[in-house]
């Protein structure tokens, strides 16, 4: 059996007025993740983790910033294409473990609602996804609510 595991990072600034989108789903905050697309770190750092795990490069390779094809995309649509890229490849899902890290807004209420949204999009179970969610404790970019980051750690097997 071919297991292979990848490893995932994003991070966006933070801006007053934008929507906050995080795990497929937009949170209301008065600030909002700023980027080429929708921002959204979380879905952002999966991706990068399994097209890490299948060495199939990264995100920005897949869909650059500086593309007018990807302005704004819904990041949703950019995990459903990493997932045929998966699929073409013979690869399937074991597990994904992500943290967020966030100073707020608290997040934890919404966490079920993204699981809920992800998991299809990967065609894998709710108990295949896991997500966290943590402060810095006031420090750094995200403790003075400058921006947000996210890990993602991936399993992914060849499918028999």
Request: net charge negative.
């Amino acid at each position: 059996m071919n297991i292979r595991v990848g490893f995932g990072y994003d991070v966006h600034q933070l801006r007053d007025g934008l929507d906050f989108w995080l795990g497929g789903i937009q949170i209301p905050h008065t600030k909002g993740a700023h980027g080429h697309s929708d921002a959204d770190v979380l879905i952002h750092a999966i991706c990068d983790a399994l097209l890490g795990a299948a060495n199939l490069r990264d995100i920005g390779y897949h869909f650059p910033d500086t593309s007018n094809d990807f302005k704004g995309i819904d990041s949703k649509i950019l995990l459903k294409r990493v997932i045929e890229l998966l699929n073409e490849n013979n690869y399937e899902i074991g597990n994904i473990d992500c943290t967020i890290c966030l100073q707020s807004p608290k997040i934890n209420p919404y966490i079920p609602e993204m699981i809920e949204i992800l998991s299809p999009i990967m065609n894998i179970s709710n108990s295949q996804l896991s997500i966290k969610a943590t402060t810095t404790e006031r420090l750094g970019f995200v403790g003075r609510e400058e921006g947000i980051s996210a890990y993602a750690m991936v399993l992914i097997q060849e499918k028999n």
